[in-house]
């Protein structure tokens, strides 16, 4: 059997098409030259991404694409070798190595995809992750290979404590059997609003918050209010007159790392929010999707009011969104009620999927995922604020997204289409709007955790920067 020369590199050609595919083709070129004979080993995928100055998920993808392309197979712990071209066997093994091309080629969504830049998604960073919930979902595949065709039946003890790890912070420690497993923090949100509150009740958001949960309710027949915010988030007295006033069911919000102002909420004012929703008897349904990336020491509400408070958390802003694992804390008593709750009106979840978010937690690869995502958005970070320096912008060291208030005479909808134009997406303030509202704040979130390269992604904060300078004469608006 032959083996490739450690200082083997492909020789990847230019183009516009996605750098995994070019890799692939350069290797396809190799073995239709004979400078990969049939039996060659390729090299080890963290070996080759370290030479070429690649992620391992990019090497990844470019083997299972040649692998679909039927040139190569893997066998775990022996490697990926190149397939006889005539007969499609292991070269220089017999018909019982057990190694077989793939029996169909697999579809790749994003080839020949065109699309603007994604600077309005908040999905976990790109850190290579990809490469280790590969692995560990074939693991879970080869030794529970059962559940890979089966509906989810009951939540297992390694879920909820799973959950329990996740959810834990700063004198917040929850209880496996509070702990409710979700298709995503979203799915959870919304069992939640269904088990707590009846059409026609209201429920309380701020006047800028993450507004799809506001939507989502007020399609289930829900009655949206606002509370009004400031720099520090939602304002305990302003939040008691409506209680008194207009006896809401429920209250939404994100103490920390508010999408999308960035505000943190106080440790005073989150005790006495606490105090006021038990004075009204009012549920809160705390988001902390963003809290583990933050340097947040408060207490979380949920500890402070256990009673009433639901604390959401999920993988996707810190791991991967592809997963759709989330979890709830809740009030005790109200943990069956709130999965009975999301599998009705989800339909349930995936098995497979909870499993591989819930092994993630437990062998602590989750926490050595977010310290690198941490790293990523430190650095995108300082990146933002040196290309916009001078500029009204709200960031921090460890959210990956920053809210830009605009100058004159920027508004916030013309500035979103002005930068669709160059080939970027953003979000702007009305997406952030609970509901209808006069509120102005003439301001756009950018996110920037989507993009793979952080040299596309300099390039578009120097587009950004660009444009604001243009002023309206950057835009020209066709009507």
Not at 64 to 89: P, Q
Not at 456 to 461: G, I, N, P, V
Request: hydrophobic content about 40%; proline content about 7%.
């Amino acid at each position: 059997m032959t083996r490739l020369q450690d200082d083997y590199l492909p020789q990847i050609g230019d183009g516009n098409r996605p750098l995994y595919i070019r890799i692939a083709d350069a290797i396809e070129r190799d073995i239709d030259t004979g400078a990969l004979p049939s039996g060659s080993r390729l090299p080890p995928m963290r070996n080759l991404a370290f030479d070429i100055g690649v992620t391992i998920g990019t090497i990844s993808r470019a083997y299972n694409l040649i692998a679909d392309r039927g040139l190569v197979a893997g066998e775990v712990g022996r490697g990926t070798y190149v397939l006889a071209r005539n007969n499609g066997n292991h070269p220089g093994d017999n018909a019982q190595s057990g190694l077989l091309p793939p029996p169909f080629r697999s579809l790749d969504i994003t080839e020949g995809l065109t699309a603007p830049l994604n600077l309005d998604t908040t999905s976990a960073i790109h850190v290579g992750q990809d490469e280790i919930i590969r692995l560990q979902f074939n693991a879970i595949a080869e030794s529970m290979p059962h559940i890979m065709v089966d509906y989810v039946h009951g939540v297992p003890d390694s879920w909820k404590e799973a959950g329990a790890m996740l959810l834990s912070a700063n004198g917040f420690k929850p209880s496996p059997d509070t702990m409710a497993a979700t298709n995503g923090a979203h799915a959870g949100i919304m069992a939640i609003i269904m088990t707590v509150t009846s059409p026609g009740d209201r429920i309380v958001f701020e006047t800028t918050t993450y507004s799809s949960v506001a939507r989502s309710a007020a399609l289930a027949g829900r009655r949206i209010i606002e509370t009004p915010i400031d720099e520090h988030g939602l304002i305990p007295e302003e939040f008691e007159k409506l209680c008194a006033r207009q006896h809401p069911r429920l209250l939404y919000l994100m103490p920390s790392l508010h999408n999308p102002t960035l505000a943190h909420l106080p440790a005073r004012r989150r005790e006495q929010l606490a105090e006021i929703c038990r004075r009204y008897n009012v549920w809160i349904l705390e988001d902390a999707v963003y809290a583990p990336l933050s340097d947040d020491t408060d207490i979380p509400i949920a500890a402070l009011c256990p009673e009433l408070t639901f604390h959401v958390g999920s993988l996707s802003k810190t791991v991967s969104s592809a997963l759709r694992a989330g979890w709830v804390s809740c009030p005790q008593g109200y943990a069956t009620r709130i999965q009975t709750a999301h599998r009705m009106f989800s339909g349930g979840g995936s098995w497979p999927m909870k499993e591989l978010a819930s092994q993630l937690i437990l062998s602590g690869e989750t926490a050595s995922i977010l310290r690198n995502v941490k790293d990523a958005i430190r650095s995108r970070t300082r990146m933002l604020e040196e290309e916009l320096q001078g500029y009204s912008i709200t960031t921090s060291p460890h959210c990956p997204f920053a809210w830009l208030k605009l100058p004159e005479p920027w508004l916030s909808g013309t500035f979103r289409s002005a930068l669709l134009e160059r080939g970027m997406m953003v979000s702007h303030e009305d997406d952030f709007k609970p509901a209808r509202s006069e509120l102005t704040l003439h301001a756009v979130r950018i996110a920037f955790s989507s993009p793979r390269s952080n040299n596309r992604l300099k390039q578009a904060f120097s587009e950004i920067r660009d444009l604001l300078e243009s002023g309206m004469a950057g835009h020209a608006a066709i009507t």
